[in-house]
Nanobody, 122 residues
Framework: QVQLVESGGGLVQAGGSLRLSCAAS????????MGWFRQAPGKEREFVAA????????NHAGSVKGRFTISRDNAKNTVYLQMNSLKPEDTAVYYC???????????????WGQGTQVTVSS
């Protein structure tokens, strides 16, 4: 298991930007696919974006495509989620997670961060 520590959440006005970071402990970070998920009040956890271990493949949910960008820096053991053009409906707790394969399903991700709150005001 890898410990994941998230940061970067906060309050932002609609149309603004935030950059979330997820720092991983240990020396095996580069082996894992990393994902971002979010859970809004009263809703189920949903996929946001994923990136392969090398960074060569990414996938973004349709609701965020063109606005959010996932990236990683394996030398820093960190994955990022750049969020632009934020909307009130993006308000949620955002989680990073890892898996050994390639997936967009929460149940396939075995380690999770603590979550960071993103609130977008209108």
């Amino acid at each position: 298991q890898v410990q994941l520590v998230e940061s970067g959440g906060g309050l932002v006005q609609a149309g603004g930007s935030l950059r979330l970071s997820c720092a991983a402990s240990g020396r095996t970070f580069r082996r894992y696919t990393m994902g971002w998920f979010r859970q809004a009040p009263g809703k189920e956890r949903e996929f946001v974006a994923a990136i392969s271990s090398s960074g060569g493949t990414t996938n973004h949910a349709g609701s965020v495509k063109g606005r959010f960008t996932i990236s990683r820096d394996n030398a820093k053991n960190t994955v990022y989620l750049q969020m632009n053009s934020l909307k009130p409906e993006d308000t949620a707790v955002y989680y990073c997670a890892l898996t050994t394969g390639w997936s967009t399903r929460p149940e396939d991700f075995g380690s999770w961060g603590q979550g960071t709150q993103v609130t977008v005001s209108s």
